[in-house]
Nanobody, 120 residues
């Protein structure tokens, strides 16, 4: 099966930056649209950003102008560059991807999450 692994989380001060990565591995033919979600303690999981295979993007209003989603299709990897971080960005960040397998079947997969903490 396919595995999505997030990395790059950590503790940063307000105003700082982090770059998250999400790497897909397994018997993959193609990775279609990919998303970043986040979930803060006590809150529902929310969609942060999306990106299509062709590079079209969308962002939640709360992160527009501060976060940038990108992808490297050759590496089956997605990134989230987070700048000007605020305490309210603190959450576990999850990646999600729609993946076409080598056997031509298509599935949606979730990563296990990476913790981002913004605090002084």
């Amino acid at each position: 099966q396919v595995q999505l692994v997030e990395s790059g989380g950590g503790l940063v001060q307000p105003g700082g930056s982090l770059r998250l990565s999400c790497a897909a591995s397994g018997p993959i033919s193609s990775v279609y649209n990919m998303d970043w979600y986040r979930q803060a303690p006590g809150n529902q999981r929310e969609l942060v950003a999306t990106i299509t295979p062709g590079g079209s993007t969308n962002y939640a209003d709360s992160v527009k102008g501060r976060f940038t989603i990108s992808r490297d299709n050759a590496k089956n990897t997605m990134y989230l560059q987070m700048n000007s971080l605020k305490p309210e960005d603190t959450a576990v960040y999850y990646c999600k991807a729609i993946v076409r397998m080598d056997d031509r079947r298509t599935y949606s997969y979730w990563g296990q999450g990476t913790q981002v903490t913004v605090s002084s």
